[in-house]
């Protein structure tokens, strides 16, 4: 009876969708468990071995915690809308709902070879209207709210409407102007356009003029991280700066408690660092500086150091601030709008990288410093933006570094004020020695300078304190076809939310995606679509790709809802995700995003629960070994690696997949491509080595390997346990075929503890011996630590520790190999399935119980003591742990190897170290 593997593979596969073996319930008496992967975008090139590292990680946690009782849900679906998809179509000439069906097809099969648990009773597509509908639903409920800070949670319009009715907007400041301000009876007064603009001002998904990433050769405006040195990251084509109309999430009221909310969760400690750090929460002042000469112009800085205003030497303002075209003086407009010319070229990733080339213009204005009354020079700079604090810094060179190159760049005189300011016996100053002072530099007293600072700002009805974050809101409007459609119309140029009832908007069918006059989306060409009636017209952006992933795991627990996004009851009972597993990668887009609109639905009553994850693992890379050919430079000839020193030769990616190791396969690479039909090579005793390299895995390095392909040839089982075994799941890892073959190895030898090739099945019901009874319980113990703390590479480890121990004690007891089973399957789910039924087992051990480890059975009942004579240890001798001493010693003394060492002289003293050694002194 041998190990049939792919039969065995097949046939459990089938029989597992079949019976409907992974399908959940939400009623249930067991405890749940929600293990979550962060789904796939299904791209054209299908699944790669670096791939499937986190589902593998996250198969094995559900399947191990299904059969420690609990309910476990693993759902899987698609994040199918967004660029990447819409590019795909456009260069194979198809629509992207057909390359998205293809791509999801081809992902599914690569998937459900692996031999997943997932539940696709629940599948869920982000693209199909049946599901966009409710992030339609969602995007509504979020702009018929505004976030009361009073109370700090998000509340419906209807009731900020009730307050200006009553009060005005006194007590609630205005997130998105706050120079609103309006009584009772002027809000009353307003027509109904300057009420919803009003209003706009304040809901949490909101309308705004912004500068823009704009890819013209896309025709969609780029998040920043899609901007890579001025051009885009997809296709590098060249991007510019653009002010338009565009959705926003107001993510940055909810900036403190997504701080908050960190201290709750299991991330890493590295994980929490990147959000806060992008969060940026800081404490200071603004204040406000006059134009000099310029009544109705005034410069607001936010500072986190109000007590060094008197250093301050000069302003830098962003470039694309308004307040530049208002106090550019007529001889500066060249030099301005030739610098504003060039900023249109840069980044924004490229304007906050460490300056390397110090860049400004002046703009021949001078603000006023309240405290001194000293001009003070402004200028515009790249390193400013404008959505950062209010746009504009007032600079001090002699305390920060960037200010101080900028000073010396261009030749600003700076103020030597370092040491002046209470040093010495001046260690507690009084408020008045301080504003005495040039500065209020201090460093023992810089909090107390640093409030008395802000204390007169205040005072002086020129400032105040403020709390800033670095974190924007986000744009979330994207310029093409192949997203979710706002649900949103227009009435006299008026936005107007859509009701739940006429939801979803669905894409219509185009032919053509080239984007709309002055940048608008595709979707503004269908006029048909877009012009409801002669005064009604719809929203022709769509939405961005992170839209349906975040809230994509609340749709899960109720998937096939067809009144609400999910039923109450559904969320309540899966609550949080237990366990998230993904790619760094997302660490701040989209695991920010999803923890705001979990916050806002919690606000507004939704769900039970304000952090959508308890645990995240973020997997590492399984990174591609490349390998290298080296053809000698002007000709069609390659030589072996280990001759390349002798010739002058260019090294060439070959596809991994026609080298064993690192032996190419001759042939194989001469029908590889055409320019190699007629291909040369110098050997290495009769073989072509190639060279190696340690890549990111990727089909332009043809260092990909297809898990198809390796699961054909060792099986999924195998592929899953190697996978595992490369490494701990948070780190990167080469990947090399070649070793998987000891994976395989392995399993095949745990076969034969079962079934021998002639003899079919020698499992016996013999009782087992205390040894046997010993390698399993370690087993046990260590397999169910380890699992539980994904340290699976240490858990396969133990496998082939206890196997080889198994083999030794030629064990083949039911009471031993049937347990350790149980331990295998969340690794090795087909070949665990299929023996444990060989053994007469009919239920699925899918549910098996358990096994639980006993320390009755590993608990050592003797010692092995070392014997040393004067300190040399002579031999060893085995004692009961709980034997007495004077036993010990008659039987040490006996000893002919002991009696031989002693040579016959007399015992001085014995030392007797329980459960470690034993020492005679003579």
């Known amino acids: 009876m041998e190990y049939n593997f792919r039969a065995i593979e097949k046939k459990w596969q089938e029989h597992w969708v079949k019976t409907h073996a992974y ?26 071995v670096g791939h499937p590292l986190g589902y593998i990680s996250s198969d094995i946690y559900a399947r191990y915690k299904r059969l420690k009782g609990f309910n476990v849900l693993h759902p899987m679906g698609w994040d199918a809308f967004g660029l990447p998809a819409e590019q795909y179509a456009l260069e194979t000439g198809q629509h992207p709902a057909v390359t998205t069906a293809q791509n999801t097809a081809f992902f599914r099969k690569q998937l459900d070879n692996i031999g997943f648990s997932f539940d696709w009773e629940r599948e869920i597509n982000t693209s199909d209207p049946n599901y966009y509908k409710w992030t339609q639903s969602i995007f509504l409920k979020l702009f018929n709210s505004w976030f009361d800070r009073s109370l700090q949670k998000a509340v419906g319009i209807d009731k900020l409407i009730a307050l200006f009715e009553s009060n005005g907007n006194a007590g609630h400041e205005c997130p998105g102007d706050r120079t609103i301000s309006f009584t009772a009876a002027e ?72 701080l908050e909310g960190l201290e709750t969760v299991a991330y890493s400690e590295a994980m929490k660092e990147m959000q806060r750090n992008w969060i940026g929460k800081s404490q200071g002042a603004e204040i406000t500086f006059k134009i000099d000469g310029n009544t109705d112009n005034v410069v607001t800085v936010y500072t986190t150091r109000p007590d060094t205003i008197f250093g301050v030497d000069f302003m830098v303002v962003a470039p694309e601030h308004e307040l530049v075209a208002k106090i550019t003086t007529p001889d500066k407009k060249e030099d301005i709008e030739k610098y504003l010319d060039y900023v249109q070229s840069r980044s924004e990733r490229e304007r906050m990288a460490e300056v390397k080339s110090i860049t400004g213009a002046f703009t021949g204005a001078y603000a006023v410093n309240p405290f001194n009354g000293k001009l003070i020079p402004v200028w515009i700079s790249e390193y400013v933006l404008a959505g950062y604090g209010t746009g504009a810094i007032m600079a001090v060179p002699c305390g920060d570094q960037r200010d101080f190159l900028f000073a010396r760049h261009f030749n600003i005189p700076i103020t030597n004020i370092i040491g002046d300011a209470f040093t010495g016996e001046e260690a507690n100053p009084t408020k008045d020695a301080i504003l005495q002072h040039s500065d209020f530099l201090n460093g023992v007293n810089m909090k107390a300078a640093m409030d008395i600072a802000a204390d007169k700002i205040e005072s002086m009805g020129i400032g105040k304190r403020q709390i800033n974050y670095k974190m924007r809101d986000s744009g979330f409007s994207r310029q093409r076809y192949w997203g ?102 997302h660490a701040v887009g989209h695991l920010l ?102 890549e990111k895995m990727s089909k332009r390095l043809f260092n990909t390997v297809n898990p198809n392909d390796v699961v054909e040839k ?141 320390e009755k059975y590993v608990k050592e009942s003797a010692f092995n003591y070392p014997i040393a004579v004067n300190g040399k240890t002579r031999t060893e001798l085995s004692f009961a ?17 002991v009696q031989k060492w002693m040579e016959g002289k007399p015992l001085k003293k014995m030392v007797i170290v329980k459960g470690r050694m034993i020492n005679i002194v003579i």
């Open 484 to 585: 979710e459609p706002f649900p949103i119309v227009y009435k006299n140029g008026i936005p107007y939310a859509l009701e739940d009832k006429d939801l979803p908007v669905t894409l219509p069918h185009v032919e053509n995606y080239k984007p709309g006059e002055e940048g608008e989306g595709p979707l503004a060409n269908i006029t048909d679509w877009v012009n409801i009636d002669a005064d009604t017209k719809r929203e022709t952006n769509t939405m961005p790709g992170y839209a349906g992933s975040s809230w994509y795991f609340l749709r899960y627990a109720d998937p096939h809802n067809t009144t609400t996004f999910a039923d109450r009851s559904a969320t309540d009972y899966w609550n949080q995700v237990d366990v998230y597993v993904g790619g760094t990668e």
């Open 23 to 48: 399908r959940v319930s939400n009623n249930s008496p067991k405890p749940k468990c929600y293990v979550l992967d962060m789904f796939p975008y299904p791209s054209g090139t299908g699944l790669h």
């Open 593 to 694: 995003y999803s923890r705001m609109w979990t916050k806002a639905l919690y606000d507004l009553g939704e769900i039970g629960f304000d952090e959508p994850y308890k645990k995240l693992i973020n997997q590492g890379m399984i990174g591609g070994s490349s390998r290298l050919v080296y053809r000698i430079r002007g000709t069609n000839t390659f030589v072996s690696h280990g001759l390349k020193e002798q010739y002058e030769t260019d090294a060439l990616h070959v596809d991994v997949n026609i080298v064993d190791g690192v032996e190419l396969d001759i042939e194989a690479f001469r029908n590889w491509k055409p320019d190699y039909n007629n291909a040369e090579f110098v050997l290495e005793n009769g073989k072509y080595l190639c060279g190696t390299q340690l």
């Open 881 to 897: 742990l709980d034997v007495e001493n004077t036993a010990i010693e008659e039987t040490v003394l006996a000893n002919e190897t």
């Open 714 to 854: 060792y099986g999924a089982d195998t592929f899953r346990m190697y996978e595992m075994f490369l490494g701990p799941v948070e780190q990167s890892k080469p990947w090399e075929t070649k070793g998987i073959e000891g994976v395989h190895r392995f399993l095949k030898k745990l076969w034969r503890l079962y079934a021998d090739e002639q003899k079919g099945l020698i499992v016996k019901d013999a009782p087992a011996t205390p040894e046997e009874l010993k390698v399993l319980h370690k087993t046990i113990q260590k397999i169910d630590a380890d699992t539980e703390h994904f340290s699976y590479n240490t858990a396969v480890s133990q496998f082939m520790i206890c196997v080889n121990e198994l083999s030794t004690l030629k064990s083949n007891k039911r009471s031993i190999l049937e347990p350790l089973l149980v331990l295998l399957t969340p690794y090795a789910p087909h070949l665990s399935e299929e023996l444990w039924h060989l053994l007469g087992n009919t239920s699925s051990i899918l549910d098996a119980p358990y096994p639980v480890f006993e």
């Open 187 to 258: 809000w009353k007064q307003y027509s109904e356009a300057q009420q919803r603009e009003i209003l706009m001002h304040y809901r949490l998904a909101f309308l705004a003029y912004a500068e823009v990433n704009w890819c013209a050769a896309l025709g969609t405006v780029l998040a920043n991280d899609e901007v890579v040195n001025g051009v885009s990251e997809r296709g590098g084509h060249p991007v510019v700066k653009k002010k338009m109309r565009q959705w926003f999430l107001r993510i940055t009221e909810y900036a403190n408690r997504l």
